[in-house]
């Protein structure tokens, strides 16, 4: 329900409530008045847990953070420098390059890497004349499958985790390790990702919806600010990516696969708030008083993105207490060749990935299914495992309320809903190489 209404009406607040509030009408025995409280409690529960708290922040900070950069100049400063001064970007197909080897080198967190991706990326693509629906499809397609692959983040910890639970029950044997390292080669969704966004930057291809997306034309508005340094962009990003670093170190206490994903982005938009602060203030660029109005107005414009991502986690709770992912992995039969499951793990991972909008919870749900699955069928357990991270990735990057695909429409500043539109018939190429490469696999590897 709440993927239709989001297709239908664009308007995603309503969407997810509708979705939200059905889900609790099912699991309250369709009492009207114990789904309303229902609904209450989750929301006061959801609202009482901090890494969903922290989590809002963040989306809310990173409007005051753009908003800072903007009011600066530093924004117009580094387009002079990128497309006048060095001519490093003279077209579209090198301002989308750009958000795109950002995407792919930063892969310590996909919030961050999207954010980054966007922020540079944005005012390159008005400048140039692109969409931001393609920046977003940029962002989208490069933060999530970069961080599946280079597991030295929290997608590494998680799965190191469950794999090690599999070993524990002695379905397999050996190192969470290397199990991890050899199934991350089998990771196809995520590599055909890759490579199908470089080739549509370099080819400048638009399929489907893409072709009547339109350029912003906010780049007027930026260019009324007086340039400034560039550096007034630069280094507040800069501070943001070792942040990041830092404070995965910091609360993994001393081990960086252990940190808190959701504290480390919070503190590290209040020490990049606190930087830009100094720079901005203390240097003479601007006033308290404008750095705080500023800060709020930006902080207002991303208000609606943060209750779109508390929505997101609510109908996330809803589907788990549904068990809409075990039911969904129960529909697959133990009676399948061994040359087709990766595959059917695979579309199994995307469909319950792209109906709860989770990628981690898809994760949680297949590799205890999936593992056993495969040794059962004397299938490659490996393989196996790359089929649940592929699937998992894919669902997510499809889903309208995944919070991968809202904050890389929030990064770009790209409505939700066409964001998820023009980027379907990419991900669905990617998919589709992914299944046809899991059955070749399966067969000769």
Request: net charge neutral; with cysteine.
């Amino acid at each position: 329900m709440a993927i239709a209404l989001a297709l239908y009406s664009r308007n995603v607040l309503l969407s997810l409530f509708g979705g939200v509030f059905l889900g609790l009408f099912l699991l309250q025995d369709f009492s009207f008045f114990a789904t309303l409280d229902a609904t209450l409690s989750l929301f006061i529960s959801l609202l009482s847990e901090a890494w969903i708290g922290k989590t809002l922040v963040f989306a809310v900070l990173v409007g005051s953070v753009m908003e800072l950069i903007e009011r600066s100049g530093g924004i117009n400063g580094f387009v002079e420098y990128m497309t006048q001064k060095s001519k490093l970007v003279a077209s579209p197909r090198s301002a989308l390059m750009v958000s795109y080897i950002i995407g792919v080198v930063i892969f310590i967190e996909s919030s961050i890497t999207s954010l980054i991706a966007g922020a540079v990326g944005r005012p390159l693509c008005d400048k140039e004349g692109v969409p931001h629906a393609k920046l977003a499809y940029i962002c989208d397609s490069t933060s999530a499958p970069i961080s599946s692959l280079i597991v030295l983040n929290g997608w590494g910890a998680l799965l190191l985790g469950l794999i090690a639970t599999q070993i524990d029950s002695g379905l397999i044997s050996g190192e969470s390790v290397d199990w991890l390292i050899k199934s991350v080669v089998y990771n196809f969704y995520a590599i055909s990702a890759l490579i199908v966004t470089f080739l549509v930057i370099w080819f400048n291809i638009d399929i489907g919806p893409m072709k009547a997306a339109l350029p912003s034309n906010s780049h007027a508005r930026l260019m009324f600010n007086k340039s400034a340094p560039m550096h007034y962009m630069i280094m507040p990003i800069i501070v943001m990516i070792v942040s990041v670093f830092v404070f995965l170190y910091l609360t993994g206490n001393g081990n960086i696969l252990k940190g808190s994903g959701s504290s480390s982005i919070f503190y590290t938009m209040l020490t990049t708030l606190g930087f830009m602060y100094i720079l901005y203030v203390m240097k003479g660029k601007m006033s308290t008083k404008i750095y705080l109005l500023s800060s709020f107005k930006g902080a207002k414009k991303l208000f609606g993105i943060a209750m779109i991502l508390l929505f997101a986690f609510a109908i996330g709770k809803v589907t788990l207490q549904l068990h809409t992912g075990l039911y969904l992995a129960s529909l697959a039969s133990n009676n399948l060749s061994p040359y087709l499951l990766a595959a059917v793990i695979f579309l199994l991972s995307s469909i319950i990935s792209f109906s709860t909008g989770t990628s981690w919870g898809t994760f949680s749900i297949m590799i205890p299914i999936a593992v056993p699955m495969a040794v059962g069928l004397d299938a490659n357990v490996s393989l196996a495992i790359g089929a649940v991270i592929s699937g998992g990735v894919f669902g997510d990057h499809c889903s309208p309320i995944s919070d991968t695909t809202i904050i890389s429409s929030l990064a770009s500043d790209c409505e939700v809903i066409e964001h998820v539109k023009t980027q379907l018939p990419y991900a669905l190429i990617s998919g589709v190489v992914a299944i046809i490469l899991f059955i070749v696999f399966a067969i000769f590897a």
